[in-house]
């Protein structure tokens, strides 16, 4: 275990619902990234936050909406979303957004739309 | 941009065998980041081991090693004694460097098998 936990591990929606993921770090890190991992392709970074302030929004359509209430606690609200958004979203942490700072990834959840 | 390029998309192994899995990037800068991740299936991402591109030794934890070729930029990373549980998708990843230059850039991964 990394020290960053993930909820739900699995979830199916319809286009039609909103569901939000939860991604919980235990480390005292400052800063947490949202990835979106599709089969065949890169990892993706979707959203960045720096204690608790949005730093950077990778062009990600607003049917994604993140939340970052506290240093500790990350969350991706979802909402009219389509088939193609179906992936593994990881969340991440790190002591800073510095670049010589590791991140450590939660387990992820992997997302269905239907 | 930065790219960073896994050409193997699959490699397998047998046990207690040593393995290379190659990675090679793009970059401007001259001073970066550079790890292997990795991913069992089902699990966390968990880092294997980095690389400051400052330093000229090799970085190295337990059976991983990496050959880090600054002037070839390529970053392979080197399993001996392999072990089924070494079994995972591995992602080569680059973060540059100066600023909150925080972004990492992977690449496509390789699924690596270990044959008992």
């Known amino acids: 275990e990394t020290g960053v936990t993930q909820t739900p591990r699995h979830l199916v929606m319809g286009m039609t619902n909103k569901k939000s993921l939860k991604c919980e770090q235990h480390l005292g890190h400052n800063a947490m990234y949202w990835y979106k991992q599709s089969a065949k392709k890169p990892l993706e970074l979707m959203f960045v936050y720096n204690f608790k302030e949005q730093t950077e929004n990778n062009s990600v359509p607003s049917r994604f909406s993140p939340e970052c209430p506290n240093s500790s606690h990350l969350f991706l609200h979802l909402h009219t979303l389509q088939p193609e958004d179906s992936a593994l979203y990881l969340c991440?942490?790190?002591?800073?957004?510095?670049?010589?700072?590791?991140?450590?990834f939660g387990p992820g959840t992997r997302l269905l739309v239907l | 941009a930065q790219t960073v390029t896994q050409s193997q998309p699959e490699m397998s192994v047998q046990e207690a065998e040593t393995v290379t899995l190659s990675c090679t990037y793009d970059t401007s800068e001259s001073d970066y980041y550079l790890f292997w991740y990795k991913q069992p299936p089902s699990r966390q991402m968990i880092l294997v081991i980095r690389q400051e591109a400052y330093k000229q030794q090799n970085a190295t934890e337990n059976r991983f090693s990496v050959n880090f070729q600054k002037a070839a930029k390529s970053f392979s990373l080197k399993i001996s004694d392999s072990q089924l549980g070494d079994a995972a998708m591995y992602f080569c990843?680059?973060?540059?460097?100066?600023?909150?230059?925080?972004?990492?850039?992977f690449g496509k991964g390789t699924l690596l098998t270990v044959n008992p």
């Open positions: 991440a942490s790190s002591l800073s957004v510095l670049d010589q700072e590791t991140q450590y």
């Open positions: 990843a680059y973060r540059g460097s100066g600023g909150s230059n925080y972004k990492l850039t």
